[in-house]
Every structure is written in structure tokens, then in C-alpha cells.
């Protein structure tokens, strides 16, 4: 049975701003459980990511959570037939979503591709220059996940994918 995302009980915050109990989540991949649970909150405080989490606030449950650091790729990297016009310099600015889960209560519900389409309107909002959204799949499942959204597969890294974010690369 599939479930309608209910706009008006849902929210995200950051980590720091979640007042729900973490070990109440439980996505069907251990690690990032574990992530979410022990790590994710150390990231923030070092600034190496930022980690923002979806909850219902009715029913007072976390959805899920992704994460959102800076990053730069190679251009060399860039299938050339994804590349419009010339990009002159040897790196491009990138964002990394470096963990995404949902709730295992949540599958199959497009909370995953809203958790997306909120790091894309965050990366927007921010002003910064980002040409690419990068996301490392952990499995095929999770490539096929992406590759709907419209994610391309790097050629040397078949796990790695990216979304175009700029008019020089072809989505």
C-alpha cells in the first residue's frame, strides 16, 4: 500500500534541533543506523557536515535524515557527452549527500526523493556555487533509486553518481 507524503505534519530540522530520540529510527541499513545513532552529531560539531533530519510531528516519529557536505570533483571525471560546453577549470564545485535513510516503517512511501528535493532547495537557497549533487550508492538498489531521480553514473566509479545542477552539464 502506497502512502501519501502528508505536507502539513512534516518537517525538517537539523540534528542539533531534534528534540525526538535518535534510537527510535530504524532504516533497514545497520550502518547508517549506526551513523545516525554514534557519529552524525560529531560531523556537525566539526563542521564537516551538516545532518538534517524528517519528522512527523504528529505522530512524533523520525522519517528519515540525510547528510549535506561541500565537495569538488574533476571535470575528467564528467562523462563528455554529459558535458554542454567547455568548463575551464580542472574542478567544479560539488555538494555531497553522504548518508540518506528512511525509516523502514517509511519505505516505499517517496520520502527519499523528498529528502532530495530538500537538499536540492537547501544547495539553491544557500547562494553558493554548486554545479553537481553527488550521492555515493551503497548498493544496486540504491542506484536504481537514484537513476530515477535522474542521477548520472560516473564512468570510473560506478557507485558514485551525480546530478547536474548547471546549464554546462546535460541532465
Known sequence: MRVQIELEHIDIVTLSQLKLDRKSFCSLS????????????????????????LIHQKQAKIIGYYT??????????????????E????????????RLAVDEQFVG?????????DAISKIKESKLAVAVLLVQAKDEQA???YHKLGFI???????????????????
Open 68 to 85: 549535506l557536505s561541500a565537495t569538488a570533483i574533476n571535470v575528467s571525471d564528467i562523462p563528455k557527452t554529459q558535458i554542454k560546453q
Open 30 to 53: 545497520p550502518e547508517l543506523n549506526r551513523y545516525f545513532y554514534t557519529q552524525a552529531s560529531q560531523d556537525e560539531r566539526k563542521e564537516l557536515s551538516k545532518c538534517f533530519v
Open 109 to 117: 512511501c517517496d520520502y527519499g526523493k523528498f529528502l532530495i528535493a
Open 143 to 145: 542506484t536504481a533509486f
Open 87 to 98: 568548463i575551464r577549470y580542472p574542478n567544479i564545485p560539488a555538494a555531497l549527500i553522504g
Open 153 to 171: 553514473t560516473f564512468l570510473e566509479r560506478k557507485n558514485m553518481l551525480f546530478l547536474p545542477l548547471t546549464k554546462l552539464i546535460k541532465k
